[in-house]
């Protein structure tokens, strides 16, 4: 087994950050991570890091869905990392 983060970050229209950070904290997944967190950065940026157990990197895991079209700017950006440990 490996560990998988999977960081999905979204960019709200101006002024609406913090409707996306309560939209990303509120989004359930399939089942539960091995840890969850949540970052904001400026220009309304939401970021969200999910860590999971996995067969390979590869594995079919769940993720955040896109918010709705009006309220970011352009769609969501995913990437999949294995963890290598500390």
């Known amino acids: 087994m490996t560990v998988v983060a999977l960081?999905?970050?979204a960019r709200?229209?101006?002024d609406r950050g913090a409707?996306?950070?309560?939209?990303a904290?509120?989004?359930q997944l399939g089942?539960?991570?091995l840890r969850r967190e949540t970052f904001r950065a400026s220009g309304d940026r939401v970021l969200v890091i999910t860590w999971w157990e996995a067969?390979?990197?590869a594995a079919d895991l769940p993720e955040l869905p896109e918010p709705a079209a009006d309220l970011i700017t352009r769609p969501?950006?995913?990437?999949?990392?294995e963890s290598l440990g500390g």
Not at 19 to 23: K, N, R
Not at 76 to 81: A, C, E, G, L, T
């Open 76 to 81: 969501v950006h995913r990437w999949r990392f």
């Open 7 to 9: 960081m999905w970050e």
């Open 55 to 57: 067969a390979d990197m």
């Open 12 to 14: 709200a229209v101006q």
């Open 19 to 23: 409707e996306l950070l309560e939209w």
């Open 31 to 33: 089942r539960e991570p």
């Open 25 to 27: 904290r509120a989004q």
